[in-house]
């Protein structure tokens, strides 16, 4: 694989299931995040990693939850999912640092019933 | 708070020249992005202004006034191809990158 993938790509989900979004780099980035883009908004920030080991909460973290075991993986968990998550959730990645570029994958998109 | 600004739509023609502008209030700077998006694809990183002035890629260029917390970006000779959203982002103080709800620009032949 090149560059970021996500999986599933979509995925319709009953309110107050668990469901883990998958995120995998290969380009040995060091800082990953994960967004969610809502029509009429500009994408917010949920969770981001500066570096494995370390995670961080961004703007709208509430019903999120993510582990960064390695430099590779970055999953997102939404322990309960509620209808107002329904979204298409983009993970990103950067090399890390103070003014770097952050590249994307392909996106989820997510539906909650 | 923290706000970017952006126009919701444009429309241009093929072959013709557009700017799309973005305006921002955030706690600090460190950097502004511009971003491209195609219906269901992902964003693919277009420019990146930290300092005053123009940048220019080829058929794109990005200007950035920090003074006036103002940029803009600029597309010359329009192909059919750069129909999609262009996305405007700022890299605050925290080093987060707020962004802007995107201008969905639309080519007519």
């Known amino acids: 694989i090149a560059g970021i993938t996500q999986a599933p790509t979509s995925q319709i989900l009953a309110a107050g299931r668990r469901m883990t979004l998958r995120c995998t780099q290969d380009?040995?980035?060091?800082?990953m995040y994960w967004y969610r883009q809502d029509l009429g908004l500009g994408l917010r920030l949920i969770h981001y990693s500066n570096t494995a080991g370390t995670t961080g909460k961004g703007e709208v973290p509430d019903g999120y939850s993510v582990s960064r075991a390695n430099t590779d993986d970055f999953p997102l968990t939404l322990a309960s999912a509620v209808p107002s998550q329904t979204s298409v959730y983009f993970c990103?990645?950067?090399?890390?640092?103070?003014?770097?570029?952050?590249?994307f994958g392909p996106g989820t998109r997510l539906t909650v019933l | 708070g923290q706000n970017i600004d952006q126009p919701t739509e444009m429309t241009a023609t093929e072959g013709a020249i557009v700017q799309i502008n973005c305006t921002y209030q955030t706690s600090g700077f460190n950097g502004l992005f511009w971003y491209q998006q195609h219906a269901g694809e992902a964003p693919t990183f277009l420019s990146y202004n930290v300092l005053d002035g123009l940048e220019e890629k080829g058929r794109f260029s990005s200007f950035l006034s920090r003074s006036k917390g103002y940029s803009y970006l600029l597309l010359k000779e329009l192909q059919m191809k750069d129909s999609a959203s262009y996305l405007c982002?700022?890299?605050?103080?925290?080093?987060?990158?707020?962004w802007g709800a995107g201008t969905k620009l639309i080519i007519k032949p």
């Open positions: 990103a990645s950067s090399v890390g640092g103070d003014t770097d570029t952050q590249y």
């Open positions: 380009m040995r980035h060091n800082a």
């Open positions: 982002a700022v890299k605050n103080s925290n080093y987060q990158l707020i």
